[in-house]
C-alpha cells in the first residue's frame, strides 16, 4: 500500500534487515489463503515468502492503526513468550494497550470481569496460539491484524502480514517496523533521521540469561583491579655505551716475588729511644732540709 510513492517504498537497508532476522522463511507447510503471499519454495521444503507483499501490508497496517484517534483503544496481545518484549515496547512506543501472557477469556465479551475491555483495533502476534482473542474480536466486530506465517491460518484475520512469528529475530523486527513507520505516520520521527531505537530493544531475552550477565556485570564492578606488574625488557648493547678498554696483564716473575716480601715490603720497626737516668739531678740531703726549715 505504497501507492507507488519513493518515501513509502521499501529501502535497501530495510531488506537486509528482513534477510538477516530470516523474515522470509517460512515453514514447511502452506495455507491454501496464505499461497499468494509466498515466493517460491526451497529444494529443503521451506517456503520462502515475498518480502515485497510483507512490506505492503506493513503500510497497510501501520495505516490502519493510525486511523484510530485514541491509542488506547488499540490492544496488542502475544500469549507466546518470545512477543510478549516486543509486545510491550510496541504499547510503550505507540501508548497502546498491551496484553502479555495468557489471555483471559471473556475480556471482550464478559462485562462482569474487571478486565473487559472494548478495543477498536486487535494486534496479534500469532492467529495459532492466540486464537481465543481472535475469536472473541469475531463476536463484537473488532478488526484484527496478525503476524501470520505461511501455515497460518485466516480465519477472522482482517489484515494479515506474511512473516516468519516463529524466530525470535523476525517476531522483534516486525513489531520493531511496525512501531516505527505508525510513529512516522504520525509525524512523531521523521524519515530521514534514523530511528534512535535499536531494533535488540525488541528482541525476547532467556531470563536465566539476563540474570547471568547482571551477576558478571556486577562481579566486574566489584572486583578489585588486579595489579599487574610491567613486562621487564632488557635494555639494547647500545644503551649500555661504549666498552671500557681493557687492562694488559702484567707477567710476574717468579723469583721476584720470592725476594721481595722481606726486602721491600718489611718495613723497619722504631725503636723508642732509652732514657739515661744517671745524668738526672740527685734529690736534697736531709741536712740540706733541715736548714731550709730553720730559716
Known sequence: MSGGLDVLSLKEQDVIKFLACST???????????????????????????????WEKLMLAARAIVAIENPADIAVISSRPYGQRA??????????????????????????QAAFREPRLLIVCDPRTDHQPLTEASYVNIPTI??????????????AIPCNNKGIHSIGLMWWMLAREVLRLHGSISREVPWDVM?????????????????????????EPEYVAPDYMAPDAKEWG?????VPAVPI????????????????????????????????????QASCLTL
Open 87 to 112: 509486545v510491550l515496547k510496541f504499547a510503550a512506543a505507540t501508548h497502546a494497550v498491551p496484553i502479555a501472557g495468557r489471555f483471559t477469556p471473556g475480556t471482550f465479551t464478559n462485562q462482569i
Open 24 to 54: 522470509h522463511l517460512g515453514s514447511n507447510n502452506v495455507n491454501h489463503q496464505m499461497e499468494p503471499y509466498v515466493y517460491k519454495r526451497k529444494p529443503d521444503g521451506v517456503y520462502i515468502i515475498n518480502l515485497r507483499k510483507t
Open 253 to 288: 716473575n717468579p723469583t721476584a716475588a720470592a725476594v721481595m716480601p722481606a726486602a721491600v715490603f718489611a718495613a723497619p720497626r722504631s725503636v723508642p729511644e732509652t732514657v739515661d737516668w744517671s745524668t738526672a739531678p740527685e734529690p736534697p740531703s736531709q741536712s740540706m
Open 146 to 159: 496478525a503476524f501470520c506465517n505461511t501455515d497460518s491460518p485466516l480465519r477472522y484475520v482482517d489484515i
Open 199 to 223: 531494533v535488540d530493544m525488541y528482541f525476547f531475552r532467556d531470563p536465566e540469561e539476563a540474570e547471568k550477565e547482571e551477576k558478571e556485570a556486577l562481579e566486574q564492578a566489584t572486583k
Open 242 to 246: 661504549p666498552e671500557s678498554p681493557a
